[in-house]
């Protein structure tokens, strides 16, 4: 139940952060600034929950995502 919690609050914070970042090309296009300023937000989240998950013995989520992948197909 916690891994499921901690998987949607993330989930929240970064779907609009990687959401932005695609949307402007990678901060390439329309609104360059916020899709970067989108990306590194995202990219420090991801180092910060790493570290956590780390530091409390937790399973990393590559690990997760190939166990998943064993019995799930991944969306395309």
Not at 29 to 42: P, Q, T
Not at 46 to 59: F, L, N, Q, T, Y
């Amino acid at each position: 139940m916690a891994f499921q919690d901690r998987l949607r609050i993330r989930g929240r914070q970064l779907a609009p952060l990687a959401m932005a970042d695609r949307i402007t090309r990678n901060g390439r296009s329309r609104d360059a600034e916020i899709g970067k300023e989108a990306r590194l937000s995202s990219q420090r989240l991801i180092a910060r929950w790493i570290e956590e998950d780390r530091a409390a013995g937790r399973m990393m989520m590559d690990d997760y995502v190939r166990r998943l992948s064993r019995t799930t197909d991944l969306p395309r």
